[in-house]
């Protein structure tokens, strides 16, 4: 096993440069960089995202050159909306933004210090991209926890009482809401939500964004898990946005369930634990289970960052929750590299060794199975 996990360690590297190397330059390449946003937001034709993120993080976007720059005779730019604007103002927001280098410098400098985990601070809100990254951890990490969590509590139980009472009325209309929650996006999900119970046309029984009341912002998390009004208004919070990733997300776990119990079910070591007496219960759970299981237990490390990554960010943008998935919305849309390099850095690294770990759980859930080559 340690030769496994050594080579997998190895195959991370060029995995995660292929995935850094793709996505600088589509990235780059792409229009709307951010000096153009930068000389929008100065002749006030920037997006308001750009303009919220500026205000919030404090800091000047475009320096203060730019009052003597408007006005003045300048050549013709290759930036779009510079017209008007001081050549030299252009490149010191060029220096600035790192764009008087070429591409693959950029890329060459931007790796290596990444690999001291050397993120470097957002174009635009002033701040360290590692800072930024932990001030909005806490709340993405909440929603996948409790999604992951419901998701198997439900899909387990579920999918076995599927597989048990396979082909009966129970199977068939469970199928069915399995079948609509898999179709249905989460997301759209997360609007009826809204419409039906967050105050939009029927009732107003949740909160319509955040994850505290005001009178609790200024608390922190231990100052919150202390009062039991805090902890209560945070899972009045939570209802809404968990419900709407629960249901876009229990659909193919619960599947996967019921036809892992029906392979195993048909296999031979149970008609011959039937043969010896053993009751239905004992079969089921004390020799079925943990092959079946196998395979959706390992997989709790990929459910997780899968739910953390893909559901959680059109949840937290509907329901105006302060964390990565927004987080990393607004910096797209503002072109602001720092965070959008630095967070799929991080994440790409972190997915890779999730997908290790959960390899590994397989070898302590199941000790037969081994990831080493097998000598003939």
Same mark, same amino acid.
């Given at each position: 096993?340690?030769?496994?996990?050594?080579?997998?360690?190895?195959?991370? !590297?060029?995995?995660?440069?292929?995935?850094?190397?793709?996505?600088?330059?589509?990235?780059?390449?792409?229009?709307?960089?951010?000096?153009?946003?930068?000389?929008?937001?100065?002749?006030?034709?920037?997006?308001?995202?750009?303009?919220?993120?500026?205000?919030?993080? &404090? &800091?000047?976007?475009? &320096?203060?050159?730019?009052?003597?720059?408007?006005?003045?005779?300048?050549?013709?730019?290759?930036?779009?909306?510079?017209?008007?604007?001081?050549?030299?103002?252009?490149?010191? =927001?060029?220096?600035?933004?790192?764009?008087?280098?070429?591409?693959?410098?950029?890329?060459?400098?931007?790796?290596?210090?990444?690999?001291?985990?050397?993120?470097?601070?957002?174009?635009?809100?002033?701040?360290?991209?590692?800072? =930024?990254?932990?001030?909005?951890?806490?709340?993405?990490?909440?929603?996948? !926890?409790?999604?992951?969590?419901?998701?198997?509590?439900?899909?387990?139980?579920?999918?076995?009482?599927?597989?048990?009472?396979?082909?009966?009325?129970?199977?068939?209309?469970?199928?069915?809401?399995?079948?609509?929650?898999?179709?249905?996006?989460?997301?759209?999900?997360?609007?009826?939500? =809204?419409?039906?119970?967050?105050?939009?046309?029927?009732?107003?029984?949740?909160?319509?964004? &955040?994850?505290?009341?005001?009178?609790?912002?200024?608390?922190?998390?231990?100052?919150?898990?202390?009062?039991?009004?805090?902890?209560?208004?945070?899972?009045?919070?939570?209802?809404?946005?968990?419900?709407?990733?629960? !249901?876009?997300?229990?659909?193919?776990?619960?599947?996967?369930?019921?036809?892992?119990?029906?392979?195993?079910?048909?296999?031979?070591?149970?008609?011959?634990?039937?043969?010896?007496?053993?009751?239905?219960?004992?079969?089921?759970?004390?020799?079925?289970?943990?092959?079946?299981?196998?395979?959706?237990?390992?997989?709790?490390?990929?459910?997780?960052?899968? !739910?953390?990554?893909?559901?959680?960010?059109?949840?937290?943008?509907?329901?105006?929750?302060?964390?990565?998935?927004? =987080?990393?919305?607004?910096?797209?849309?503002?072109?602001?590299?720092?965070?959008?390099?630095?967070?799929?850095?991080?994440?790409?690294?972190?997915?890779?060794?999730?997908?290790?770990?959960?390899?590994?759980?397989?070898?302590?859930?199941?000790?037969?199975?081994?990831?080493?080559?097998?000598?003939?």
């Amino acid at each position: 096993m340690t030769a496994y996990i050594a080579r997998r360690l190895l195959l991370m !590297i060029p995995t995660l440069f292929g995935v850094m190397v793709i996505n600088f330059f589509i990235v780059q390449l792409a229009p709307g960089g951010p000096v153009e946003q930068a000389i929008a937001q100065l002749t006030g034709e920037g997006s308001a995202i750009t303009e919220r993120i500026t205000r919030s993080g &404090g &800091g000047d976007a475009v &320096g203060p050159a730019q009052t003597q720059a408007i006005g003045q005779e300048s050549t013709t730019s290759r930036y779009r909306g510079a017209q008007g604007l001081d050549p030299e103002f252009i490149k010191e =927001l060029e220096i600035r933004f790192g764009f008087d280098k070429p591409m693959h410098e950029r890329f060459i400098q931007m790796m290596g210090n990444y690999l001291t985990f050397d993120f470097g601070d957002s174009f635009f809100r002033d701040r360290p991209v590692v800072d =930024l990254v932990l001030e909005k951890m806490p709340v993405s990490i909440s929603l996948g !926890i409790w999604t992951t969590l419901l998701v198997y509590l439900i899909s387990i139980p579920l999918g076995i009482a599927k597989a048990v009472r396979d082909g009966n009325r129970f199977d068939i209309w469970t199928s069915g809401v399995v079948i609509v929650g898999n179709a249905i996006p989460g997301f759209l999900f997360a609007v009826l939500l =809204l419409v039906v119970f967050a105050g939009g046309s029927y009732f107003d029984w949740f909160p319509l964004r &955040g994850l505290q009341s005001e009178e609790y912002l200024d608390l922190s998390l231990l100052g919150c898990a202390t009062s039991p009004a805090c902890v209560a208004d945070y899972l009045w919070h939570l209802v809404l946005p968990i419900t709407a990733m629960v !249901i876009g997300g229990f659909a193919t776990l619960t599947m996967l369930t019921k036809n892992s119990f029906l392979d195993q079910i048909n296999q031979q070591y149970v008609v011959t634990a039937r043969s010896k007496g053993l009751s239905e219960q004992r079969v089921l759970y004390g020799h079925v289970f943990r092959n079946a299981m196998l395979i959706v237990i390992a997989g709790f490390p990929s459910a997780f960052i899968s !739910i953390l990554f893909t559901s959680s960010v059109l949840i937290e943008i509907i329901f105006s929750l302060d964390g990565l998935g927004l =987080l990393g919305f607004e910096a797209t849309f503002a072109r602001d590299y720092p965070i959008m390099f630095g967070t799929l850095f991080f994440f790409s690294l972190l997915g890779l060794v999730m997908g290790l770990i959960g390899d590994i759980m397989y070898t302590v859930i199941d000790p037969r199975i081994t990831f080493e080559r097998v000598g003939a």
